[in-house]
């Protein structure tokens, strides 16, 4: 089946560095991606719609110079997150979407928990 | 616009116990509908699908109905596990969206279950 493999699992970083989280799907041709965060015990938010070849579409309230989004090719997407703060600590989620036919799968990777200190 | 409704949270069940889990939904056009669950520190895992109306989605034990005149899919299983504890997502996708189409979760219900 479809997977998708999201690195690093955990970061730990200091405040006003930037993190690099990647998004790769293995077997199968994304040419959508989500980013997704979540809260403790709440459901995730989605963040941004990455599209291969061009700008990502973000939700509305979601800061686009602090949240960078790049889908250079089909199979990865990355989402930076510039001068990290403590409230940005997170469980950030990938998911890809494989398109097959009229039907669309949505694959998930792991997610990253960063933390922020 | 689209959303799901998932019941109020969390759930404690005994082992063996009969789950059932509410989802309901709004939606323009014809959704596909999803059960994701996700286990402690990891992403989303694909539980159960349906794509049309009448469809039943089954999975490890799981099986929800998609239900087009209640606007419903709600997620049963007949004798829960210890294992089965984890968080469930129910979700929507509108196909007719086309490059558009993505997915819109419900809140999310923390499912414990006991020895």
């Known amino acids: ?117 | 616009g689209n959303s799901v409704t998932q019941m109020e949270g969390p759930v404690t069940l005994s082992e063996e116990a009969f789950l059932t889990i509410n989802c309901t939904y709004t939606a323009t056009g014809y959704p596909s509908l999803f059960w994701y669950v996700q286990y402690p520190g990891e992403g989303l895992q694909l539980l159960l699908k349906a794509t049309k109306a009448d469809d039943k989605g089954s999975n490890k034990g799981f099986e929800a109905t998609y239900r087009k005149e209640t606007t419903s899919f709600h997620l049963e299983k007949g004798s829960v596990q210890v294992s089965d504890s984890a968080v469930y997502f129910c979700a929507l996708s509108d196909q007719q969206a086309g490059a558009n189409s993505k997915l819109t979760f419900g809140k999310g219900i923390t499912l414990s279950v006991r020895p």
């Open chain 1, 1 to 117: 089946g479809a997977v998708v493999s999201q690195h690093p699992s955990r970061v730990i970083c200091k405040s006003g560095t930037s993190v690099k989280i990647e998004c790769r799907s293995l077997d199968f041709q994304a040419t959508t991606m989500f980013w997704y965060r979540q809260f403790p015990k709440q459901s995730l938010m989605l963040m941004a719609t990455s599209n291969e070849g061009s700008k990502a579409t973000y939700e509305q309230g979601v800061e686009k110079d602090k949240f960078l989004i790049n889908h250079a090719s089909l199979t990865l997407s990355t989402l930076t997150v510039t001068s990290a703060h403590p409230e940005d600590s997170s469980f950030y989620i990938c998911s890809a979407r494989e398109d097959r036919g009229l039907i669309y799968g949505y694959t998930f990777g792991s997610g990253t928990r960063l933390t922020v200190v």
